[in-house]
């Protein structure tokens, strides 16, 4: 593996920019961490584990309801950054955000005091980090949108051509609990659907796959 500096380098668009002391101060806080598919990442307001650069594998970042129930927001892909992990230095983030390994996952974590301390004095970081975290907003607000103002066959439509396009393929490989998990819902209501599209000829249902016949079909949900 490339040494810390050169990845850095890579991930962060601004590290010409800095000078040598604000980069040994960088590489000196940051980590390499693994996950396990399924570990939990980040859990929370109280966790800053810091900015997060994704080097193999995905995050899944999603919200948690009171009662259990989760609502992915986006995902944090290969060669991504997600900035929004450090909780203590980002005063605009005023709710709770968990993250999750999506698969095998190798990251680096650079840490909160170094990344806050470098970002006082460095203009062309600060630009790059608020954009990362608007961003991130945009995203997190289109899925309160589907929310509030789509039912629930609109929201199912609109993560199934997400997952399409992600998994490049028109057979995905999910449970009906997944996609409950993933758009906020019962997985009762979200099996009810499904069955639902598939009588309607819009997908084929078989254990732990859902097949896209009818993407127009999709479309036109999301858009009545």
């Known amino acids: 593996m490339p040494d810390l500096e050169q990845h850095l380098a890579k ?5 010409e920019s800095l000078t040598q002391e604000q980069r040994n101060m960088l590489v000196a806080g940051t980590r390499l961490a693994q996950f396990k598919a399924g ?3 980040h ?9 997060l650069l994704v080097v ?11 009662s259990g129930r989760e609502c992915t927001l986006f995902r944090v892909a290969e060669n991504e950054t997600c900035v929004l992990a450090a909780t203590c230095i980002l005063n605009m983030i005023t709710f709770d955000l968990f993250l999750d390994a999506e698969k095998d996952t190798t990251l680096l974590a650079i840490d909160p005091d170094a990344y806050a301390k ?22 997190v607000m289109w899925v309160m949108q589907q929310q509030l103002f789509m039912g629930l ?5 609109v993560f199934l051509l997400d997952e399409v396009a992600r998994q490049k393929t028109d057979k995905l490989e999910l449970t009906h609990d997944e996609v409950a998990r993933h758009i906020g819902s019962a997985r009762e209501a979200v099996s009810r659907m499904l069955k639902s599209f598939a009588e309607s000829g819009l997908v084929v249902l078989s254990r732990g ?3 896209i016949l009818n993407k127009a079909a999709l479309h036109e949900l999301i858009n009545e």
């Open 43 to 51: 859990s929370g307001e109280n966790d800053c584990i810091g900015v």
């Open 118 to 139: 470098v970002l006082e004095d460095n203009v062309a970081m600060e630009a790059y980090t608020y954009k990362q975290s608007a961003d991130r907003f945009s995203d």
């Open 56 to 66: 193999e594998g995905e995050l899944r970042a999603y919200m948690l309801s009171v």
């Open 11 to 15: 991930f962060l668009p601004f590290w």
């Open 153 to 157: 066959d609109g929201r199912l439509a």
């Open 209 to 211: 796959h859902i097949e």
């Open 39 to 41: 570990a939990h990442v």
